[in-house]
């Protein structure tokens, strides 16, 4: 039954910008019950809670956050990471549902045991993975997929995926994210942004085969655990060519290789930081810049407030960074060595993100979780409808495991589940 009352943990940067926005945008479907926040000094300049939102409960501990919902509420994870567990562990001990900003834990043990502790109480668990609607990366998955099998997607088969979110920062803004352990509490920038780039690729085409890292504090600021800089290199097995394509007989591709990565010293306007390079069977696909969906809520947008301008590029913007480069082939049975198919080049728009379908869609699955007589039909429910998996995530957390085993070991290793 709608709304569904929500508990907020954490009044930080997390909570305002990429939270807030949405519960306030769909208030057929949520309403803002309690938040926790720690008690302030008198003296503090952080943002008060209790000040932004005088008609909502204000606790200081999970116990009383916990104790103010009714049961099938959902509780929302925005704390520090090392915190993201045991309040998750907590909240789905007291039948609620919850959604945790990643990463959700640093291995994928504390992954499974909170998947099966939710699957005994038919409960969500989820992760705030919203990255998985950025507009380049929707107008990505729409090029490489198809409904129909017996037509090829847009791009045909990918054979190379690179997928980078680099930035010009070479002073270190300091903080938690770059100063905490990355083993214990999740620190550094592949935990940081890699969590989003691998879980763009689980989505899509699920564990790899082989997974090669490299990992370095690359301006020598602060720990010299915590890296700011990192790539990674994940395969694929090998495959056949797609139907109808110019392929000799008896072809056949090697695997998909993907190529993953960040720095902090990309000496780029952000409108010209590379973002996907993507090479197909048949087509190519090239976009740089960041999707306009965080710079938005950063200025106090909400897909309410801007209906039809939230998550699209402004039409000022250059068109390096509102438009893709699709590169695309034009099939031939006549074609060979000699006389290979001819290539088409045209700029794409971006489809626009959708930061709040993540929202929409946990709002449908608690419902159903919510309204099913048994625990058996509540998972049920919950299966087919969540977008994003704790299966998903445990394969996710298990990559980025490994990608910091491979840089310390300095060698390639096999993905085993």
Partial sequence: ???????LLGYGNSAKTFHLPFLHSLPEYFQL?????????????????AKDYPSVEVVPDIDDTL????????VIVTTSNASHVPFARKALEAN???????????NEEQVNELEQLARSVGRVCTVYQNRRFDGDYLTLKKLLTTQDPAQNAVLGLPTLIESRFDRFRPIAKGGWREEVSPEQEGGGMLWDLGA??????????????????TLQNQRGQGPD?????WMAILTYPARQPPVNGSFAKDSRLGGLRVVLGTTCLSTHIDGEQPRFRVEGTLGSFVKKGTDPQEAQLKLGWTPKSHPDAFGSYDETQPESVRLARLTTTQLSQDASASSPPELAVANIPTLPGRYEEIYKN????????NSS??????????????????????????IIRLIRQSAKEERVLRYKP
């Fill in 96 to 106: 609620m549902h919850v959604l945790v900003e990643k990463p959700l834990a640093v």
């Fill in 67 to 74: 104790k103010a919902l009714p049961s099938g509420s959902l």
């Fill in 196 to 213: 989003h780039l691998i879980d763009q690729v689980v989505a899509l085409y699920g564990a790899p085969e082989t997974i090669f890292g």
């Fill in 373 to 398: 007589t048994s625990k058996q039909d509540a998972n049920q429910a919950i299966d087919q409808q969540l977008y994003v998996t704790l299966n998903q995530v445990s394969i996710s957390t298990r």
């Fill in 1 to 7: 039954m709608f709304p569904i009352q929500v508990a």
């Fill in 33 to 49: 019950k309690v938040i926790l926040q720690r008690p302030r000094s008198a003296d503090s300049n952080k943002p008060d809670a």
């Fill in 362 to 369: 946990l709002a449908m699955t608690i419902d159903a979780a």
């Fill in 225 to 229: 655990s915590v890296e700011d800089d």
